[in-house]
């Protein structure tokens, strides 16, 4: 399980800056010899790579050579012109800790691995160096970058960002640490927006901030706000001056302004003040720093904070003064009336100290090939009892990458306070500690979400970006990129997700209410009055001569189906439903006159059922019309009416 700290920049700034050194380790393998081994050959030989592969390649050689015994021609003698090498004494390397930087860790296992010497990394985090069949004498003891991508995209997926922008440098550790993002951003749906792959030259550097400043987009809601940063150490720092220039950020801008959030790996020192002095401190705020996951060391800070110039442990460090000068701002050797501040006065005080985050690597580094020097004499020299007198064995530090909690409060200097902890598969992050705290999360994206309704149509195969495209009124969307018709009868759901039935929540049917019911309901009531008025008159004069005349039967006939066909209205306006429609010869159904629309009716069209009725309708206008011309035929014979009938 691989454990990283994250960080994050604070707003006020002073940092220490760092020199990067690595270890040769001259340990022997017999116990036999180390009984007469010179000062000179026991304990460690330190040298200082300045950060440049060619510079500790040529370091490298120096100590290779004196371990191999030197073969230019001052080595060889001539005896009787024959010439003859001479005896020279050869240095016993057992093994090589460093270094920090992966690009310079490269060039020493390819150079090591050719005289057999194991090299321990405490830093370098390159993936390519887990290639055992590339660099078989390389090891570390700090995690691969493949887990520092890894944490990478899962802090962008935390917070939703799903657009931002990579930044790597031109080297192994860069190229190596962008390609390991890249595939963990692909499972995530994270889409890279701009991808710099950066040189040590100041045009390159300007040309990408321009670039990155692009996708921004500072004056849209939208853009590659974030900016994955896999870099060296050296180009942090001209990242952000030119950031700063290129962005015309001042110190009257508002904090949270639209800005680079920086997402960074290792490379990104935290003991580099440089890093956040004067205008570099507005590109750098805000910023996610990933720190390896480091415990405390007691006896190496309570070592370190008793050092002072003049003491033997100090002047032995020929590194120490320059640490102090760059630290603390000091000369040595001023006069004590001088004004500038003499490093001879200043002392390392606790408050605020916090070690490198990598010296427990670095201890660990050497307790690995102390234990591994052990072992191989337990078993080499196994029946050789003086061994204990040369090599004792240590109380080893737990290695680091492990499982381990993270110290509650740790960090590397006052402005960059702990805002997490990731290990494989777990992130936690206190958000209350972000600079954003209870407000909105910063947002990195290349397109607002949809409103509903819109279906995404992707921008040149980006699936981060999308142009946003109505669906039909009777559509829903089935994923965020399709729309699909509903069927009749049913309607999209407000939230266009489905459809639902629309005769459960807007069936349609003649209303009581409406005018359309309420005219012919009149005209059909007045018409049952009338008709019952009739019927009433010709039962009170049931047997009258003018009833009986007027052929009585038949007309109650008439008066009943005229009765029938103005209740029929009422009929014709009620909601459908079995008895309805029975009335009608007809089982009930959903007529759809539009996408939107559905009617409940009877399985009969209107006009078919007029047809039925045409009959009693023609026999009610004939009769009344015949009514009206023979309404004189009628005389009176013998003072009777004689019946027509």
């Not at 340990?27 to 180390?34: E, G, S, Y």
């Not at 987009?217 to 952000?240: C, H, K, M, N």
């Not at 001569?545 to 039967?553: G, H, I, N, T």
Request: aromatic share 10%; charged share 20%.
């Amino acid at each position: 399980m691989k454990c990283l700290h994250l960080r994050s920049h604070s707003m006020f700034s002073v940092l220490v800056v760092a020199t990067q050194v690595f270890v040769s380790v001259n340990l022997v393998a017999k116990t036999a010899d180390a009984q007469n081994l010179t000062p000179q050959e026991k304990g460690a030989l330190i040298l200082d790579s300045c950060s440049d592969p060619s510079y500790a390649l040529n370091q490298s050689f120096e100590f290779v050579k004196d371990m191999i015994g030197s073969s230019d021609a001052s080595s060889y003698v001539c005896e009787d012109n024959d010439p003859q090498q001479m005896n020279r004494d050869r240095k016993n390397v057992a093994a090589v800790v460093g270094e920090i930087y992966s690009s310079i860790s490269v060039q020493l296992a390819n150079l090591l691995q050719l005289f057999r010497i194991s090299q321990v990394s405490p830093g370098s985090t390159s993936s390519s160096l887990s290639d055992k069949s590339q660099f078989p004498f390389f090891a570390r003891t700090a995690p691969s970058d493949y887990y520092q991508a890894k944490a990478m995209a899962d802090i962008a997926a935390k917070f939703g960002w799903t657009y931002v922008s990579l930044v790597y440098s031109a080297d192994e550790y860069g190229q190596l640490g962008a390609d390991a993002f890249k595939n963990e951003a692909q499972k995530k749906g994270i889409c890279i927006a701009a991808e710099e792959r950066i040189h040590n030259k100041q045009e390159n550097f300007i040309e990408s901030i321009d670039n990155l400043v692009e996708k921004l987009q500072p004056e849209d809601s939208v853009g590659a706000r974030v900016v994955i940063l896999f870099v060296s150490t050296d180009y942090v720092l001209q990242l952000l001056h030119y950031t700063t220039e290129r962005m015309n950020l001042t110190t009257n801008s508002e904090y949270n302004e639209k800005k680079l959030i920086w997402v960074a790996s290792d490379g990104w020192d935290l003991n580099n003040a440089k890093y956040t002095e004067g205008v570099n401190q507005l590109a750098a705020e805000g910023a996610i720093v990933l720190a390896l996951s480091s415990q405390k060391v007691p006896d190496f800070n309570e070592y370190f904070l008793n050092l002072h110039p003049g003491s033997d442990k100090f002047e032995r460090n020929q590194w120490l003064r320059e640490l102090w000068q760059g630290k603390f701002k000091c000369e040595f050797g001023a006069p004590p009336e001088s004004s500038v501040n003499r490093c001879e006065d200043i002392r390392q005080s606790s408050e605020g100290f916090n070690a490198n985050d990598k010296v427990l690597y670095v201890i660990d580094a050497v307790y690995a090939i102390a234990h591994a020097l052990q072992a191989y004499t337990s078993t080499v020299c196994a029946n050789d009892t003086t061994q204990s007198n040369w090599f004792s064995q240590p109380n080893p530090v737990p290695v680091t990458g492990s499982t381990v909690k993270p110290d509650s409060g740790a960090s590397p200097a006052s402005n960059y306070i702990e805002i997490g902890y990731w290990s494989e598969n777990n992130l936690i992050i206190n958000e209350k500690a972000l600079w954003w705290a209870g407000e909105a999360t910063p947002i990195s994206i290349c397109s607002e979400p949809c409103p509903v309704g819109y279906r995404k149509q992707n921008i040149k195969n980006e699936q981060c970006c999308w142009a946003c495209i109505q669906c039909e009124d009777f559509e829903y969307l089935v994923n965020e990129a399709s729309c699909v018709p509903c069927d009749m009868g049913w309607c999209p759901t407000e939230d266009r997700t489905s459809c639902y039935d629309m005769s459960r929540k807007n069936l349609e049917y003649m209303q009581w209410s409406s005018m359309y019911s309420i005219v012919p309901a009149i005209i059909a009531a007045i018409g049952i009055v009338l008709t019952l008025f009739t019927i009433a008159i010709f039962i009170l004069n049931n047997e009258t001569p003018v009833v009986k005349a007027s052929c009585r039967e038949l007309s109650y006939i008439l008066l009943v189906s005229m009765m029938m066909c103005y209740l029929m209205t009422f009929v014709l306006l009620s909601k459908p439903n079995v008895f309805v429609c029975a009335m009608k010869r007809a089982d009930s159904r959903y007529d759809y006159p539009r996408r939107d629309q559905v009617v409940l009716t009877c399985n009969v069209p209107d006009h078919h059922f007029l047809y039925s009725l045409a009959y009693d309708a023609l026999l009610i206008i004939l009769c009344t019309i015949y009514a009206v011309k023979t309404r004189k035929v009628g005389f009176f014979f013998k003072n009777e009416m004689i019946d027509l009938c």
